[in-house]
């Protein structure tokens, strides 16, 4: 048997489990602050040009680390659908087995 219903046990926590839904929200969401910070750097910034004033607002540290969180973030994001993923194909292949021995035991 390739997965056991003791398996399913684990599979079924995993597709319950929430955690994945609040690294993917937190994700987006400092996804969608980068262009904030970079545009309160290059606030900052004395340079003339536009193109200066972004060139020197990703080179400071804060910037840097911003792109560090979204990095860590998506991480945890990707794995949690990682995780999803491998679990619901996990419950499709239980479930294909279940289907097969039902066939199995009407054929004979």
Known sequence: ??????????VLEVL???SGAAHRAAHE??????KTVLAELMGES??????EREQWARAQPRFKEHLAKVGAQAKADYTA???????NA???????????????????
């Open 90 to 108: 996990k419950m499709e292949v239980w479930r294909t087995q279940n289907a097969n021995n039902r066939a199995a035991e009407r054929v004979r």
């Open 1 to 10: 048997m390739l997965v056991s219903d003791d398996d399913m046990h684990h």
């Open 29 to 34: 969401y400092l996804d969608a602050l980068t």
């Open 81 to 87: 659908r990682q995780r999803y993923a491998a679990a």
């Open 16 to 18: 319950g489990d929430e």
């Open 46 to 51: 004395d340079a003339k040009s536009a193109t």
